[in-house]
């Protein structure tokens, strides 16, 4: 126990140091439950908690982490290299083609800085946090736990005060979301009603939301049944959340969800990471700049596209194909939506690709381009319009996990597995309207997710969205059809070496 207590002085020491004044005085008199007490007394929690915060930065922000967890091993993204760039040694088309395994550099950093977010919020309920500060901490704790869980269905979890020096036990799967469920409901009456830049009920309950919808999917992905309860529960949240008094609404303007100054802008956002413009925030600029070709404004690393089949689903005059933004083409030129064709700027001039040849982008696009198709092959995604005041890396468009759009979807499927069809298909039509889309006559399941691939697009749902709907291990664009074993992500070599209640992923 002496030994268990001074392991955990030792960390509540290392937690507190990068918060408080390391010139105060040294206490030799005190006793070790004394000197427990005064760390716990001097920790700023505040400070830990908004570490907490922008540590959510690093594994949802940048196009290498969850983005391409869920984005590029789906049939959204294709991440093509382009002679010299773009190869990393074959990680991108390892996602795309569903040969990843347990070395794959980027979602080894995934799974660890989910986990570290799970640990620095756990370690934060050590330090006597208020209930609201403890709520936040564990939202924000069940959100990284949510995201392990969907990819690796297996997250190493300890409570408060448990001893660091053991493996952490595992959660799978069922237990996991589970458990998540009640830390949810649990900490709902302690968290605030806003704002969406802060852990909130609202926040808490359209992750209760995911959770009860991907309920059976955890408990087996190649197989999902659709509990009455669990989609009950669905449609229960999203009319708390629409009766919450918070506003939500449908956007007037698609755009203004992604844009800078969208905690401002949006009636939509329910949970957001704060990106604070030109001050601090994390790679949000990669939403952009991924796609965009160098001699653009700004000019881009030229690197992802959508595929044609993705593009297509999309019908003409709908906002989310293609729109103009104030703010973007009235400087640049360009258009928000998907880039297709020949790309002007601001005056009208068609651009050039650094060969000299037009800039137009094509709907053909392959895994590996030589010649000149480097720079030109695929449909570009501009769904975050650009920071053009901060153009350096702390762009201000805050990072949306969670919208209203998103939230009637999840209403809408969860009514359609229910057998209620008319009521789901007049949620889509009361979406589809807002982006100036046609009216459906029916909806199918197979319907109900293309629109979700229309409205949520490069969100990092759709590799969790396709799994859920049976359709993950599906041939498409250069990739084959894949083995069950894909419906999950291998755990992490490095992690299976330091804790033996983790077990490889079958087929790994």
């Not at 999950?488 to 299976?496: H, K």
Request: glycine share 8%.
């Amino acid at each position: 126990m002496k030994f268990i207590n001074h392991t955990f002085l030792l960390l509540l020491a290392i937690g507190i140091f990068a918060c408080t004044n390391l010139e105060e005085e040294l206490r030799e008199d005190l006793t070790g439950e004394q000197a427990q007490q005064l760390l716990l007394e001097s920790a700023d929690v505040s400070a830990l908690l908004q570490g907490a915060y922008e540590d959510l930065r690093g594994p949802f922000q940048g196009q290498e982490q969850y983005f391409a967890t869920q984005e590029i091993t789906a049939d959204g993204c294709i991440p093509p290299t382009r002679g010299p760039d773009w190869d990393d040694n074959g990680k991108w088309r390892a996602l795309h083609n569903h040969t990843f395994d347990g070395d794959h550099p980027d979602q080894t950093a995934t799974f660890n800085n989910l986990l570290k977010v799970v640990f620095n919020t756990t370690n934060i309920l050590n330090f006597q946090p208020s209930p609201s500060q403890a709520a936040e901490a564990r939202f924000i704790r069940a959100l990284a736990m949510f995201s392990v869980a969907d990819a690796w269905n297996q997250v190493p979890f300890r409570e408060p005060g448990e001893n660091l020096l053991e493996a952490p036990r595992v959660l799978k799967g069922a237990e996991a979301v589970d458990f998540i469920i009640g830390e949810l409901n649990e900490i709902l009456p302690d968290l605030p009603d806003g704002p969406a830049t802060k852990a909130n009920k609202d926040a808490a309950r359209a992750l209760l939301m995911k959770c009860y919808l991907n309920r059976g999917t955890f408990a087996d992905r190649q197989n999902p049944k659709f509990d009455g309860g669990d989609m009950t529960q669905v449609i229960t949240l999203a009319d708390q959340i629409e009766a919450s008094g918070r506003g939500y609404a449908l956007a007037d303007n698609f755009y203004d969800n992604f844009a800078p100054d969208n905690d401002q802008k949006s009636t939509e956002l329910i949970f957001a990471n704060f990106n604070d413009g030109g001050v601090s925030s994390g790679n949000i600029r990669s939403r952009w700049y991924c796609g965009l070709h160098y001699n653009q404004n700004p000019s881009g690393w030229n690197g992802f596209a959508t595929l044609a089949d993705f593009y297509d689903k999309f019908e003409d005059g709908d906002v989310r194909k293609e729109a103009e933004y104030e703010g973007v083409t009235d400087v640049t030129g360009m258009k928000v939506g998907f880039l297709i064709g020949q790309q002007f700027d601001v005056n009208g001039n068609a651009l050039e690709d650094r060969k000299g040849n037009p800039l137009a982008f094509t709907r053909e696009v392959a895994l590996i381009e030589t010649g000149n198709n480097l720079e030109i092959t695929g449909i570009r995604v501009m769904k975050w319009p650009p920071d053009y005041v901060n153009t350096g890396d702390h762009a201000d468009n805050d990072y949306v996990h969670f919208r209203y759009a998103d939230v009637l979807l999840m209403k809408a499927e969860a009514m359609l597995r229910n057998g209620n069809e008319p009521d789901a298909r007049a949620i889509v039509n009361e979406i589809r309207a807002k982006r100036n889309a046609s009216t459906i006559n029916t909806l199918t399941l197979d319907g109900m997710l293309d629109e979700r691939a229309r409205e949520m697009c490069w969100e990092g749902y759709r590799r969790q969205d396709l799994i859920r709907f049976g359709k993950f291990l599906d041939a498409w664009h250069e990739k084959p059809a894949s083995g069950p074993e894909r419906l999950l992500m291998p755990i992490p070599n490095t992690a299976l070496a330091v804790n033996p209640n983790l077990e490889q992923n079958p087929g790994y």
